[in-house]
């Protein structure tokens, strides 16, 4: 069973950046579309990424397009998240997310079909 572990999330300054790593074990996820989510407190979770198994395709929210950015490195077993220019509504606990169906981003899908997910990292930018 693959299990995901997210790390990075802190506390930062309005306009700051922080950068989240997610570590895939158990095995590897170097063939699957990956991704990360957001939930703040009483809200949904919601969209924030996604980069296909080759890294060739991104998929940003709206609400943090042009400010984060999602990489991989798959010798790694790795996804990254780089958070720039953070607001206060960015504040959340960020989940990564893997699609163990697919390599290709499904933009459409519920849930972008991610079905497996790590356990978050919270992240609190203050005014």
């Known amino acids: 069973q693959v299990q995901l572990a997210e790390s990075g999330g802190g506390l930062v300054q309005a306009g700051g950046s922080l950068t989240l790593s997610c570590v895939a074990s158990g095995g590897s996820l170097s063939n699957n579309a990956m991704g990360w989510f957001r939930q703040a407190p009483g809200q949904h979770r919601e969209f924030v990424a996604a980069?296909?198994?080759?890294?060739?395709?991104?998929y940003y929210g709206d609400p943090v397009n042009r400010r984060f950015a999602i990489w991989r490195d798959s010798a790694k077993n790795t996804v990254y998240l780089q958070m720039n220019s953070l607001k206060p509504e960015d504040t959340a606990v960020y989940f990564c997310?893997?699609?163990?169906?697919?390599?290709?981003?499904?933009?459409?899908?519920?849930?972008?079909?991610?079905?497996?997910w790590g356990r978050g990292t919270l992240v609190t930018v203050s005014s």
């Open positions: 980069i296909s198994w080759t890294g060739g395709n991104t």
């Open positions: 997310a893997a699609d163990s169906a697919s390599g290709r981003i499904r933009v459409g899908v519920e849930g972008y079909g991610m079905d497996l």
